[in-house]
């Protein structure tokens, strides 16, 4: 079954980076583009873009773009979410999703289980 | 940028009542664009409908979703105790995704 395991929860400091990795499995990893999704406590979620595991091409949102950098291993099928210069609104429950398109769209039908970043001096 | 607005913010219901959820684009968007999650507590959230009116695998038909153009809706026929939860629309667009901000449906 399609399985999107995320790492653990992260407590960085203002001003530091944090990594977040996605390591998929039960489908062909270079077959599907993997998203960067994030929630604020109590908030909505923010599409962060995404990654293609095959080429390593990318498309940041440009709320974020100069701040993430999203990179992949193939031999290890796993993606990674790098963040820096982190503040405090930063905070958030971190998702890494798989993009199925279907009629010229995509949507997120896996979902990993979520990485906690907390920001906090 | 277009922006999605859900209605209401919370929607309270009992089990076995019907459910109607709306989410408004600023500007008219292919139907194909509009996508459905449902998010419980602790949890990720969960694909039920993509191109406004399509369920996804494994979603019961009791989730059907409608609309065009700027109006869309989500409609839950008979609620279960399960459904309780919070729901996102998303758009596709300009290869940019955008999130509503969710409606919470709660127990009355």
């Known amino acids: 079954q399609v399985q999107l395991v995320q790492s653990g929860a992260e407590v960085k400091k203002p001003g530091a980076s944090v990594k977040v990795s996605c390591k998929a499995s039960?489908?062909?990893?270079?077959?599907?583009?993997i998203h960067w999704v994030r929630q604020a406590p109590g908030q909505g979620l923010e599409w962060m873009g995404w990654?293609?595991?095959?080429?390593?091409?990318?498309n940041y949102a440009q709320k974020f773009q100069g701040r993430v950098t999203m990179t992949r291993d193939t031999s290890t099928s796993t993606v990674y979410m790098e963040l820096s210069r982190l503040r405090s609104d930063d905070t958030a429950v971190y998702y890494c999703?798989?993009?199925?398109?279907?009629?010229?769209?995509?949507?997120?039908?896996?979902w990993g289980q979520g990485t906690l970043v907390t920001v906090s001096s | 940028e277009i922006v999605l607005t859900q209605s209401p913010g919370t929607l309270s219901l009992s089990p076995g009542e019907r459910a109607t959820l709306s989410c408004r684009a600023s500007?008219?968007?292919?139907?194909?664009?509009l996508a459905w999650y449902q998010q419980k507590a602790g949890q990720a959230p969960r694909l039920l409908i993509y191109?406004?009116?399509s369920r996804a695998t494994g979603i019961p038909d009791r989730f059907s979703g409608s609309g065009s153009g700027t109006d869309f809706t989500l409609t839950i026929s008979r609620l279960e105790p399960e459904d309780f939860a919070i729901y996102f629309c998303?758009?596709?667009?300009?290869?940019?995704?955008?999130f509503g901000q969710g409606t919470k449906l709660e127990i009355k």
């Open positions: 990654i293609i595991p095959n080429s390593g091409g990318t």
């Open positions: 500007q008219s968007v292919s139907s194909s664009y």
């Open positions: 039960g489908y062909t990893f270079t077959g599907y583009h």
């Open positions: 999703a798989r993009g199925l398109s279907i009629m010229g769209t995509t949507m997120f039908d896996y």
């Open positions: 191109g406004a009116s």
């Open positions: 998303q758009l596709y667009g300009n290869a940019q995704y955008t």
